[in-house]
């Protein structure tokens, strides 16, 4: 029979293992401890058998109570969504100038335009509205076809040079590199550069005037402050899209570039392309 080794400062057995001289001390675990453990087996024992628990190849074991999370989700779905329509169906049926006048309806469009934004116009817009090189800043007060309720709606339902809707917004500049000649580019370009800043050459501002009166001014008005009805910009500000400098503007003269947006009333329906235009109205820089 083998002697048991007996601990001889806490006259505790040990286990009969030892590493490097330490042996280790046979101490039972807490009687507590020991029940909650086997109270976890339990109640693990009873999860499993009530809800869905155990992978299978192509699902899992549904558990007697036929619990599922995907359900109770899909029923909360369609509750918010009930909850919803109350305020859809009347942004559906209303027209925009009432929708805005109503604060309740018209801060669900907000909620709702703003989360459709960022799903499908902040990949070209920014987050924020603010924009890029070729497009639009949302924030300001420049607007190619008019930043009214209606103008907005229209633009946004329809896009702008897209060509699956009949209905959208057309404004393509000529090539003038084709129409006059190079010396003249650089006149006109000079003097549309004089209306916000300091061109290269101050002699060519003066024939560029009568250039743009020429050639330009059918579109971009005679004071070069746009005309919306052919979405030509405003020259007279400092908000560029395509071109803020004299070779940018040179080079836009010679071979514009026209950028398209696409129409978002098939895609998305006209309540939210609602919301989207209520908005875009409340970014600040609706007019």
Request: charged share 20%.
């Amino acid at each position: 029979m083998v002697e048991k080794h007996i601990d001889e400062i806490s006259g505790v057995e040990t286990t009969g293992h030892e590493w490097d001289g330490i042996r280790e001390l046979n101490n039972p675990m807490p009687r507590w401890w020991v029940y909650t453990f086997y109270a976890t087996i339990i109640w693990a024992i009873g999860y499993m058998v009530a809800y869905p628990a155990i992978p299978m190849l192509t699902g899992a074991t549904k558990g007697l109570l036929g619990y599922s999370s995907r359900a109770e989700v899909a029923a909360e779905l369609t509750s918010a969504k009930a909850a919803q329509s109350v305020y859809l169906d009347k942004i559906t049926t209303l027209p925009l100038n009432e929708i805005v006048a109503d604060p309740g309806l018209a801060q669900f469009a907000v909620a709702g335009g703003a989360a459709a934004f960022k799903v499908n116009c902040a990949p070209c817009h920014g987050s924020g509205a603010a924009g890029g090189a070729g497009y639009p800043n949302l924030n300001d007060d420049d607007w190619l076809w008019g930043g009214d309720l209606e103008s907005l709606h229209t633009t946004i339902a329809h896009g702008i040079r897209y060509d699956g809707d009949a209905d959208t917004r057309i404004s393509e500049m000529p090539a003038f590199a084709e129409i006059i000649e190079p010396e003249q580019v650089k006149q006109v370009a000079a003097y549309v550069v004089s209306l916000t800043g300091t061109p290269s050459n101050p002699a060519l501002v003066e024939p560029g005037r009568q250039v743009f009166v020429d050639n330009c001014a059918a579109c971009h008005g005679e004071d070069a402050k746009g005309l919306r009805d052919f979405g030509a910009p405003n020259l007279a500000d400092a908000i560029w899209l395509k071109a803020g400098t004299e070779a940018g503007i040179i080079a836009q003269i010679n071979a514009p570039k026209h950028g398209v947006m696409p129409g978002w009333g098939t895609r998305l329906g006209d309540a939210t392309v609602k919301q989207l235009t209520v908005y875009v109205h409340s970014l600040g820089g609706g007019e």
